[in-house]
Structures are given as C-alpha cells and as structure tokens.
C-alpha cells in the first residue's frame, strides 16, 4: 500500500509500536495525527519525523471527549484514512490473585475505548470513500498467556471486534 500524502492516526504514539509506526509511515511521506496521554512524549516523536504531524493528546477512555477529538482529527486535514488504535497497558498477576478492577481497566482500555474511537470514526470515513482501521493485539490475543488474564481477554476481543 502506498501511504504518500495519506492521513495516519495513531493512538498509544508515544512510544513503543505507535512511536516506531509514526516514523515510519512518515518515512513514506504520510501525514501523522500523533495521539497518546503524554503530551511531551508526543512531541518528541513529533520531532523526529520527517513529515507534518498533529499532536492530538486525550485519554482513550474519556468517552465523552472523544467527539470532539475527532473533530479535531478531522478539522486537520479534512479526512482519516488510517485509523491505528494502539493505545493500551498489560498486567502481571496470576488469575487468581487479579482483582476485577484490574480486568475492568484493562479491558476498558485496550477493548471498549479502541471500539468507541472507531464507531465514532467510522461515518465519517465512509462519508470520505472508505479508509482502514488497524487494531494493534498480540500473540496474546490468539493465545493465553501466564500472568496475562485481563491483558489476553481484552486482545482477544480485539481481533473479534
């Protein structure tokens, strides 16, 4: 795929997969919406790439904001075109030890939140012709993994969805 003059945003840009995606879809002259928590981090990746970016910081489970980041998203370059929803945390803990509050979080984040992003993405992609979403999951979505429970379930999910 070509991704030249293509509209890329990347949730969980700060660092890590996100971080390394927004280099190099850059690198192939994409534009980069950059979206994590941490906002001077995002302005690190910001400059090292090689291309304009919009630094566009939220929290992916503040439901009720994310209207109007996507708007924002959208007021940038009029359009998405690529929607990488990469955000989310882990655990260690065995099952039995793991209280629901973590598997609530973890889920919350790295399940339902890359979920409402998309729905609420999602007209207006179809209004503009079409677009891609990628879900970032793991091995760990196709297989459980010790000490992974709530962190599993929810990339499980992911690749449902």
């Known amino acids: 795929m070509e991704f030249k003059d293509k509209i890329i945003w990347i949730t969980g840009a700060s660092s890590g997969i996100g971080e390394a995606l927004a280099i190099a879809f850059a690198a192939q002259g994409a534009h980069i919406i950059l979206s994590g928590r941490r906002t001077e981090a ?3 990746v910001a400059a090292g790439i090689e291309t304009d970016s919009l630094i566009l910081p939220f929290e992916t489970t503040d ?20 929607l990488v929803n990469n955000a989310g945390i882990s655990q260690r803990s065995l099952a039995l030890d793991t209280h629901p509050d973590v598997h609530h979080k973890i889920i919350n984040i790295d399940l339902l939140a890359p979920i409402w992003l998309t729905q609420l993405l999602l007209p207006h992609m179809i ?4 677009g891609h979403i990628v879900g970032i999951s793991s091995v760990a979505g196709r297989v459980g993994v010790p000490l992974r429970t709530a962190y599993c379930a929810a990339k499980h999910g992911l690749i449902g969805y």
């Open 127 to 130: 209004k503009a012709g079409g």
């Open 42 to 44: 995002l302005e690190q």
């Open 63 to 82: 439901y009720d904001a994310l209207p109007a980041k996507i708007e924002e998203a959208l007021g940038w370059k009029g359009k998405v075109d690529i």
